[in-house]
């Protein structure tokens, strides 16, 4: 089981998550269990296979803090066929690599997810045509009322591509934000590389939007241009593999938000 998984963690690198990401790509392998469960484990939960509980490649048993995820994770194993496809496995991928990467580095993944506050999708405004303009204030705007009027965080806006150095005390205070539980900073992690943006990953976190919204928010730019010119389908097809990860992490925000 094990070795499905030891591709995409012996080349992460320094990113924690990049396991998650990049397990997309590991070889498949036959079925080698019957039955699957969940149990219970050091004050979490567990999902087992033939009654053995999930490891990571480096031996550590995957515990789940909350019962609904590890029931996610344990019907995806139940779904596979005579072959186990990992890509039809994102929460399992996701546990995977939190428990493998994230339990004991929380603090390495936060500070990776700071970075994004420093050039965040939403500062870099179109300067025309005034649809585009409207839409992205009508999508990202009320991210950033909420990011100044609640976390203190008043970032600066510009129009293009011109890099605008962010104030510290608004990157501090959107740090100061972020959670330090390990699975709901993964959760946030991925969101933010998905998407390009920490603010909006930041704002799902706090429920002040929902998955549709910062989905929405995250493709102003690219929708636009598909309503405009047409769709690509090559950026359709990134945009659908991206989509799987960014359901799995907003998927944990909800189970752990719900389990609290």
């Known amino acids: 089981m094990r070795e ?31 039955d699957t469960g969940v149990g219970e484990a050091d004050g979490g939960f567990t999902v087992t296979l033939d009654g053995k509980a999930i490891k990571t490649p480096s031996g550590r048993t995957v515990i789940v803090p909350v019962r609904s995820l590890a029931e996610t994770i344990a019907a995806e194993w139940n779904a596979q066929g005579e072959v186990i496809d990992p890509t039809t496995m994102p929460a399992t991928r996701f546990a995977n690599s939190v428990a493998q990467g994230v ?103 706090h429920r002040v939007i929902d998955p549709d919204q910062a989905w929405a928010a995250a493709h102003v730019d690219e929708d636009w241009n598909a309503e405009q010119w047409g769709v690509d389908e090559e950026a359709a097809a990134r945009k659908a593999a991206k989509l799987v990860d960014f359901n799995a992490a907003t998927g944990v925000l909800k189970a752990l938000h719900q389990g609290a």
């Open 4 to 34: 499905l998984f030891d591709e995409a963690a012996n080349r992460s690198n320094s990113n924690p998550m990049q396991a998650a990401q990049r397990a997309a790509r590991a070889v498949q392998r036959k079925r080698f269990y019957q």
């Open 103 to 205: 339990t004991d580095n929380a603090q390495a993944v936060a500070d990776d997810v700071a970075k994004y506050f420093g050039s965040d999708l939403l500062f870099y405004r179109a300067g025309h045509p005034e649809g585009l303009v409207a839409r992205e204030a009508e999508h990202w705007d009320p991210i950033l009322f909420w990011a100044a009027e609640t976390l203190g965080a008043h970032f600066m806006l510009a129009e293009g591509g011109m890099h605008v150095r962010q104030p510290d005390p608004a990157i501090a205070a959107a740090c100061g934000a972020l959670p330090d539980d390990p699975w709901a900073i993964a959760a946030v992690h991925v969101i933010t590389t998905v998407t390009g943006s920490a603010l909006l990953a930041l704002a799902l976190s």
